[in-house]
């Protein structure tokens, strides 16, 4: 009987080590397709072994990092927000004028949060409550601040930030520029909020299946809200950074800022937590673009090359995390 019982359980257990291996090896793929990058580049382009080059590399990141890492919070619940790059440039227009006219740091700074605080509101009105498709609505919105830096900044590079913005951003702890420590720091939070608390798990239910989850008892409407004022607020926080970052404001720059973080966002769906918007994921993805990109540019590629990086990137990120997507759902089901 023993033999029996043995003999059943084998074909059980070899597809299950199967599946194993593959989920394992999904996790990692992008995690180990960076490293190779890394190690070919290091092997292939000696001005690539250089310890500031690779500090560079990551400092100067930091900015479209927290960019993407804000993507990530209203996508998780099936929504987009494509107006963060131009509400970040908005808010550092606004700390840039108001604090060269005299305007203390404390207050441009909570103007500015208030600005991202009325995008997400505005964004939060007309796709929650009005039902107007997001990503309409969010471009819309990206497009209205675009004017609105222009009005805020009279159509003109804004230069002088005060030391205070600049020390905000560019002060060291430990080596290590804060404008890296605020990227840092927000995927460890986002990391928690997603993989170790309620809330993480409701946004990926909403974002999945959001009749579903309102017959569960979600409170959908209240957490997409919440996920939009959240969103605004902290481009515009992104933005007090910015602003510190390059000591100076140029009101045409949002649309830069616009695709690259979401390229980040969407080759993270394809890592660790494979399917799902995630913060470590969307880090790996960023550093492994930049990698890409930058060793590109070490072996002479035009200016051009990086746009067409990152555009062929996205392309290829948002197949990859439609097919990982439909992969765990079927697994699920």
């Not at 930091?62 to 619940?77: F, K, Q």
């Not at 209205?144 to 951003?169: H, K, Q």
């Amino acid at each position: 009987m023993s033999t029996t019982t043995q003999q059943t359980a084998e074909p059980t257990r070899a597809p299950a080590v199967s599946r194993a291996s593959r989920g394992l090896a999904q996790r990692y793929a992008l995690l180990g397709i960076g490293v190779l990058l890394l190690l070919v580049c290091l092997a292939a382009i000696p001005s690539f072994r250089s310890l500031r080059l690779v500090t560079t590399m990551v400092n100067g990141q930091s900015i479209i990092l927290l960019l993407a890492l804000t993507a990530t919070i209203v996508l998780r619940t099936g929504d987009f927000d494509l107006s963060i790059s131009q509400t970040m440039v908005g808010s550092a227009a606004v700390v840039a004028v108001l604090s060269g006219h005299g305007v203390s740091p404390a207050l441009a700074i909570a103007l500015a949060l208030l600005l991202g605080l009325a995008v997400g509101a505005l964004n939060a009105l007309l796709v929650v409550v009005i039902g107007v498709d997001s990503f309409v609505t969010t471009l819309g919105s990206f497009t209205a601040m675009a004017g609105f830096c222009y009005l805020v900044t009279g159509s003109r590079i804004v230069a002088g930030v005060p030391d205070f913005f600049v020390n905000f951003s560019r002060s060291t702890v430990a080596g290590i520029p804060t404008v890296t420590i605020y990227a840092w720091v927000l995927v460890v939070v986002l990391w928690f909020v997603y993989q170790r608390t309620p809330l993480g798990r409701y946004t990926l239910f909403i974002g999945g299946n959001r009749n579903a989850a309102r017959l569960a008892g979600l409170r959908v409407s209240a957490i997409r809200i919440g996920a939009y004022l959240v969103s605004g607020v902290l481009a515009s926080f992104i933005g007090v950074v910015f602003a510190g970052y390059f000591g100076a404001v140029d009101p045409s720059v949002g649309g830069q800022y616009m695709l690259q973080p979401f390229a980040a966002v969407y080759l993270g769906a394809t890592a660790l937590a494979v399917g799902r918007f995630n913060a470590v994921g969307t880090l790996v993805a960023l550093y492994l673009l930049t990698i890409g990109i930058t060793g590109l540019q070490l072996l002479g590629a035009q200016t051009w090359v990086t746009n067409v990086f990152y555009g062929l990137a996205l392309m290829i990120a948002v197949t990859a995390a439609k097919l990982a997507g439909r992969k765990t759902r079927a697994g699920l089901s």
